[in-house]
Structures are given as structure tokens and as C-alpha cells.
């Protein structure tokens, strides 16, 4: 149930987080038996690394990003020298046991013993026939602790020169203006700075100090400790930017589990009627995780976008709902830079938010895909628009994945997006109660209302079935609760009082007449 | 020194309560819902009410501070502070109870129900009762070939299931965090190895849309794999769940 998955959510990366700190800087790699790793390999690996760890296991062709192909004997992660010829035997260890978050490959601590993952990691090591230690390791020199001056320093050596920027965006986002593939030609995209749980290595200091100075092999993710690089870096500057990136991620962004419900709140006046209006803040975010469509037909494997923050406010006659998401390409088709930068055909940007058309009533909800004939679900979409035709605003009708009818922003449904350094925001109001009730969800203040979220990347080939979803979350229209608790609580603590007075001064007098 | 018969009692529903979280919350990992707590602490509350008022002398004994704090006019500064926090923290009390609850509505969910005795899959009309895994008779007919299937049901597994379930298949996905429910851990004592291969065959083909009407509140994202998959593919999976886990399907020869 919820709790337990919670509970597991939360404890995984800070179990992992503790294994990460234990491990720095411990040389504990350890001779394993490769024959005995190829029967654990045989298991537990081939099926996404395949037999001759090519990384052309069954599964290659559904995952995002690919398993890796051990005959190169290069890895993404590695902790020495980035002119070093391979990498240490605990950098492998360390992706062995933590896995790779945002990513299908798990970490093994938990169900391989230490030798067990050694055995593998010599066994693995055969592909490429990788022997011996690298000669030079990464100079780490002493570590700047983080403070708001190191963060300052890193901030202006990442914007510099566009040396960081150029592929990660001014703000991390990841929005660069470069289109990137890795040695093998597949399409990568900058890592989302501000997304710490996509962090492959984690976003320790340290690790990120790692990524700059070795780079990540076989990307285009350079070393800047390169004496050869126009962009290098000094070990203390790399640091600082090592410690501005740490500070990124925004707290606002990460997936709570526990919470599950979005607190729509009433204002008293008009709704904003733009993204960016700081109005919005009134009402807190709540951010959900989404994942690929993989439940009807066309299933799709890779979607873009991980998470969506929403917020929402309502007043007497309307509710607006704003959506936040981190997206690394503003796709409007006919943008030449645009369609430079996507991976194949352009397409609009675009993101629905789902209800049922009616409040249920008990547990039962309609399909969370888009619904089901006997329980049908309305949509309010968004969409980028293109170079030709404006941002639109449309109402689905939906009885399942392929029983949609599109509505004009009937009922006076309105929506409008607004995109800023690598994030989309969009807003859709609409009229609590509208004419077509057979249709339209009709809101009611203090009804938990069953909602969910659907994202299209216009970059990534995301149309149709092709899109991020999440499962049901709630909507609630948060009624203001009035006088009526200060009310009780104040004839409460009269009554309570009263009674030990009475009580108090009945004693007394018993006392007094027991003692006359 | 003796310990007071009052604080005793409440050293004792201290020590139940404080026990149900170390038990539950802590070491088990389940937080347990506050309405069961809640149950739980009044029972408790009432049973020691009866045992520490067992006698007259016991009661006496029993409200004697109480008592002393009420009618002791050299307990007289207690007194007033005492008088002064209880109507505080009830009223307080009050407050927070009569603030109305925003929590999302607790769906309490049968993770196993009762299969129907038949249900119709691949168009067929199938008896789960007298369904079978036909590949798993292989296992003793030809080691080798059971292998191989097994093989085949684990690309199976990679291809398609692993994005919720796994490839450990501990429930613990990539995609395992955006579901409610979380999907089920095949390594669990309490999943596979307690179902037989039909039940399997029957919720992996008919999905959360499968479900039957006890079975709320229906918000599995199960996928209906009969859609997608061939019927011996799904066999073929379940011979891989059984081998990777080391659990044996139930059946009803060993029981």
C-alpha cells in the first residue's frame, strides 16, 4: 500500500546516500572470480547486457538510456584521470552495487554479496579484456567546503564563456541549443541540472567534481581538467562550480509520495490570468511523477518529461489550475532553431490534465488511462501551437485510449502556456459549473476529485499515445473553514475550565465545613 | 521507592502506545493507520481503567494524587497551573479536531482477491480452477528445454515488465515511484509463492481492468496482457518468475 511504498521511496536513497559517503575515497576493490561472475552475469545481467556484453540484450531496444556495451571497455562514470585508459575497479563497483538512478538498471547491494559483485565485475572486465589499474587518477587537491562565496564563484565559472551553460542551460535545465549524441550515435540530452534523482553518480560535491574533471567517457560531456581545453578549470574553480551545481535542485520539484492530494484555494478575486503572475503562489505545489505510457496501445517506452508541479486556485465562479514542467526544448514546429535540436519530426508541446466526468461517488474511478465506456473522463489540453497557428486550448471527451473526441474550448475553457529557461508553465481556467453536466466535470467545493496528468515533448516524437502520464492524484477545492473551530474550541476550554473550578471550590468548601 | 498507582497507569498506556509505533512504524516499516490506533489505545485505556480499580482500596489509591491536587490548599500553585492548561489543551484539541481533514481518502485495497471460478481469456471461456501451466511439465520431461523457456519468458519479463516490477523483481522499478498502488514484489514470500500458475495467468492477462468487484478500488495500472502478449509468452513468463525468485507455485497436489 501507499505507506509502505512511501516508506521504501524514502529510504532507498538515503541508504544509498549513506553507502555513497561510506565508500569515498576507500580503495576496497577486491579480486573477484570471473567464472564464477558469468553464472550471476548469466542471471542477473544478460537480459539487458546481453550474452557478449554488447549491451544488445532483448531489452535494448525499449530502454532509455541503452544498457551499456562492455566490449568497449569504456565507462560513462569513472573516477580516474580523464586521460586515464580505463577506469577503477570501485568505479565499476559503485555502479554495481548503487545502480543508476533514473535509469533500469538497479543496484545489487541489496541482493548480491560483496564477492558476488566482484566475481561479476571481473567477469565483465573480460569483454574488453580490461586489466591492471589506470596510472593517473583524478587530483582532487582539498575540498572547498560550500558556502554562498564558493556558489557565487561556481555560478559565474559555469556561465562563462558559456562553459557550462552551452549544453546545460543558464539555469541548468538542460535546455541547450545542441543537438548531442554519444560515440555510438545515439541521441543523449544534457542532464537537468535541478533534477538530483537523474543524477546517474549522485549529486554529491565530490561526484559532481568527478564529472568535471574526467568528463563522462563516450559523451560529449568534456574532462575540464583537460590542460588542452580553451574552457579548463583549476582544481579549486572546480569545485566551486561542483558546489553551485549541488545547490540547483529545487526543493518544490521532488516527488513527495505522502502527498497526493493538490489544495485548490480560494481567492476572492480574479483568477491570474497569466503563467507567470505571482498570484500562482498562493496556492503551494504539488509535484507528481510521471512515466511512460506503457499500459495501451501504442506503448511507449522513452517519454521526456519525469515530473509535473501543480497548483490551483478557485474563486465563486471559475477554478485555475497552473502546470509546471521541466522541459529542455521549447517545440513549436516551423522554429527553425527548433526543429534543428529535435530528435526527428517536430511536434507541439502539449499537456492535458484528466477528470471524470462525474465526482465518484465510492472507490470506483473511471480507467486512469484516459477512462472506459461506462465511466467517462473529460480532458483539458494544451498545446505549444506552431510557427503557423497559435497556442490552442481544446476539451476531450474520452471513453479510453482511442475513443476521444475533441471539443473546442467549449464552456468557456481557456488555456495559456508560457515557456522560460528550460520550463513550460501553462495555465487552463475554467467555469465551475457549465450547461453540458453530461460532459463537463461540475466542481464542488470540499469533494476529493479524482485528477490525472498527461505530457507530450514535442522534441522527443511525443504525439497520440506517445506521451508521460501519471496514475489518479486527488483535487481538492479547499472550503474555507469559517469561525466554527475557534467557536468550539473557546466553549470547550470555558466548560472544561468551569467544571475544575466548581469542582476546586466545592472541595474547598467541604474542607471548611469539615473542619467548623 | 514505589512508584505512584497513577503515574503506573500511565506509565503503562505510555509504554503500550510508544510500543505499537517501535513495532510498527519502526521496526516493521507499516505505519499503522491512527483509527486502529486509536481503537487500540481505548481498549487498552479501559482494560487498565478495570485492573487498577480492581478495589475499593486500589481506586483510593488510584485518585489519591488527583485528589491531593484538588482539595490540598498547600498544592495550591499546582492546582492553578494545572486548572489553567487542561481547559487550554482541550480547547486546543478541540481546534485541531474541528479542522476539517485534507488527507486523501484512505483506499483500502485486497491485494489477492478471490479468483472467479472461470473468466474469459484470448476470447475463451477458461476454467481457473482446472487451469494448468502446460510448460510446466517440461521441467521434469527436459531440463534443458525448460531452460530455454525460461529464457524466452525472461525477455519477456525485460521487455515488458521490468519498467514497474523490476529486474530484481522486488516491485521497485523505474516506474515502480508514479503508481498507487506500488507495483507487487515478486521476491515477497506473501505474492507468487503463495498463488497457483492459473491465478498468475489470469491477473496478468486480464490486468487491473480485469479485476473482479471486491477487488477495490480498481486503480491497478496492470496492463491487460492478453492485449499484447501471446498466451504462451505469458506461460512462458511465469516459468521465469517461479525460477528467478526461487518460489514454487502452489498447487493443489501439494496440498
Given amino acids: 500500500m501507499m505507506d509502505r511504498g512511501s516508506i521504501r521511496t524514502v529510504l532507498i536513497p538515503v541508504f544509498a546516500a549513506s553507502f555513497v559517503v561510506l565508500s569515498f575515497g576507500q580503495a576496497m576493490a ?19 547486457h546481453g550474452e557478449e556484453g554488447d549491451g544488445l540484450g532483448p531489452a535494448a531496444e525499449r530502454l532509455n538510456p541503452p544498457p551499456r556495451d562492455f566490449t568497449l571497455g569504456l565507462y560513462k562514470f569513472q573516477s580516474s584521470a580523464f586521460d ?9 563497483f559503485r555502479m554495481v552495487r548503487d545502480g543508476m538512478p533514473g535509469t533500469a538498471m538497479p543496484g545489487w547491494g541489496d541482493m548480491l554479496s560483496e564477492q558476488d559483485m566482484w566475481d561479476v565485475i571481473a567477469y565483465i572486465k573480460r569483454f574488453a579484456e580490461l586489466e591492471g589499474t589506470p596510472e593517473k587518477q583524478i587530483d582532487y587537491g582539498s575540498q572547498v567546503q560550500s558556502s554562498p562565496e564558493s556558489v557565487a564563484a561556481g555560478k ?35 542532464r537537468n541540472l535541478t533534477k538530483p534523482w537523474t543524477y546517474r553518480a549522485s549529486n554529491d560535491p565530490k561526484d559532481i567534481f568527478t564529472r568535471i574533471s574526467a568528463g563522462i567517457p563516450t559523451t560529449q560531456m568534456p574532462s575540464f581538467a583537460d590542460p588542452k581545453s580553451k574552457k579548463k578549470l583549476s582544481i579549486e574553480e572546480r569545485w566551486h562550480v561542483a558546489n553551485y551545481v549541488a545547490s540547483l535542485p529545487k526543493t518544490e520539484k521532488v516527488v513527495r509520495p505522502e502527498n497526493t492530494v493538490i489544495k485548490a484555494v480560494r481567492v476572492e478575486n480574479e483568477l491570474p490570468t497569466s503563467p507567470d503572475d505571482p498570484a500562482w503562489d498562493k496556492a503551494s505545489p504539488t509535484t507528481f511523477f510521471m512515466l511512460s505510457q506503457i499500459v495501451g496501445k501504442e506503448r511507449f517506452f522513452k517519454a521526456a518529461n519525469d515530473t509535473i508541479s501543480v497548483r490551483a486556485l478557485y474563486n465563486g465562479d471559475k477554478i485555475g489550475i497552473r502546470l509546471e514542467w521541466d522541459d529542455r526544448t521549447k517545440s513549436i514546429p516551423g522554429d527553425a532553431k527548433a526543429e534543428s535540436i529535435a530528435e526527428g519530426e517536430l511536434l507541439e508541446d502539449a499537456v492535458a490534465v484528466q477528470f471524470p466526468v462525474k465526482i465518484p461517488t465510492g472507490m470506483e474511478k473511471p480507467y486512469f488511462l484516459m477512462g472506459d465506456a461506462a465511466k467517462p473522463v473529460t480532458l483539458w489540453r494544451w498545446s505549444s501551437g506552431t510557427t503557423e497557428e497559435a497556442e490552442s486550448a481544446a476539451i476531450l471527451d474520452a471513453e479510453g485510449i482511442d475513443q476521444q473526441e475533441t471539443r473546442d474550448a467549449a464552456a468557456g475553457f481557456t488555456a495559456k502556456g508560457s515557456y522560460k529557461a528550460g520550463t513550460w508553465r501553462a495555465i487552463m481556467t475554467r467555469p465551475l459549473r457549465t450547461e453540458a453536466a453530461d460532459k463537463d466535470l461540475q466542481f ?10 498527461f505530457a507530450w515533448d514535442g ?6 499515445t506517445r506521451h508521460a502520464m501519471t496514475t489518479w492524484y486527488w483535487l481538492l477545492l479547499k472550503p474555507s473553514t469559517g469561525a466554527k473551530p475557534i467557536i468550539f474550541a473557546v466553549i470547550v476550554a470555558l466548560l472544561i475550565g468551569g467544571v475544575l473550578v466548581w469542582w476546586a471550590r466545592s472541595a474547598a468548601a467541604r474542607s471548611r465545613s469539615a473542619a467548623s | 521507592m514505589k512508584i505512584p498507582r497513577l503515574l503506573q497507569a500511565v506509565l503503562v498506556l505510555a509504554g503500550v502506545y510508544f510500543g505499537f509505533i517501535i513495532v510498527f512504524d519502526v521496526i516493521l516499516g507499516a505505519v499503522i493507520p491512527a483509527s486502529l490506533l486509536a481503537m487500540y489505545m481505548f481498549f487498552t485505556t479501559a482494560g487498565v481503567f478495570m485492573v487498577f480499580t480492581y478495589d475499593e482500596d486500589q ?15 498547600s498544592k495550591r500553585l499546582w492546582r492553578n497551573i494545572v486548572f489553567a492548561i487542561v481547559p ?12 476539517p481533514s485534507f488527507e486523501a481518502p484512505l483506499e483500502l485495497r485486497t491485494i489477492h482477491p478471490a479468483p472467479p471460478s472461470t473468466a474469459k481469456i484470448y476470447g475463451k471461456r477458461v476454467n481457473l480452477l482446472k487451469l494448468e501451466n ?7 520431461e527436459d531440463p534443458e528445454k525448460f531452460r530455454e523457456l525460461v529464457n524466452q519468458g525472461a525477455a519477456v519479463y525485460i521487455q515488458n515488465c521490468q519498467y514497474c516490477h523490476g529486474d530484481k523483481l522486488d516491485g521497485n522499478g523505474l516506474y515502480a515511484a508514479g503508481l498507487n498502488p506500488t507495483p507487487l514484489n515478486f521476491q515477497d514470500v506473501g505474492t507468487i509463492a503463495q498463488l497457483q500458475e492459473s491465478y498468475l495467468f489470469w491477473r496478468i492477462s486480464t490486468g487491473g481492468p480485469g479485476l473482479p468487484k471486491e477487488a477495490a478500488p480498481w486503480i491497478s495500472s496492470m496492463p491487460v496482457w492478453q492485449n499484447f502478449l501471446k498466451e504462451d509468452e505469458i506461460w512462458k513468463v511465469i516459468l521465469y518468475l517461479y525460477d528467478y525468485t526461487g518460489h514454487r507455485p502452489r498447487s493443489w497436489e501439494h496440498e
Fill in chain 1, 30 to 48: 577486491k579480486d573477484g572470480d570471473g567464472d564464477k561472475g558469468e553464472a550471476i552475469y548469466a542471471k542477473r545481467c544478460l537480459q539487458c
Fill in chain 1, 84 to 92: 586515464a585508459d580505463l577506469p577503477n575497479d570501485d568505479d565499476l
Fill in chain 1, 156 to 190: 559565474k565559472l559555469f556561465l562563462a564563456d558559456d562553459r557550462c551553460s552551452e549544453c546545460h542551460g543558464v539555469e541548468g535545465r538542460g535546455d541547450a541549443i545542441k543537438k548531442l549524441k554519444n560515440d555510438n550515435g545515439e541521441r543523449t540530452w544534457p
Fill in chain 1, 444 to 453: 464542488e467545493e470540499g469533494r476529493f476529485i479524482p485528477v490525472a496528468f
Fill in chain 1, 459 to 464: 522534441s522527443n516524437g511525443e504525439v497520440g
Fill in chain 2, 59 to 73: 481506586t483510593r489509591e488510584l485518585v489519591a494524587p488527583i485528589k491531593a491536587l484538588v482539595e490540598d490548599p
Fill in chain 2, 88 to 99: 487550554l489543551a482541550a480547547g486546543g484539541f478541540t481546534y485541531v479536531q474541528m479542522q
Fill in chain 2, 134 to 140: 502446460p510448460l510446466r511439465k517440461i521441467e521434469k
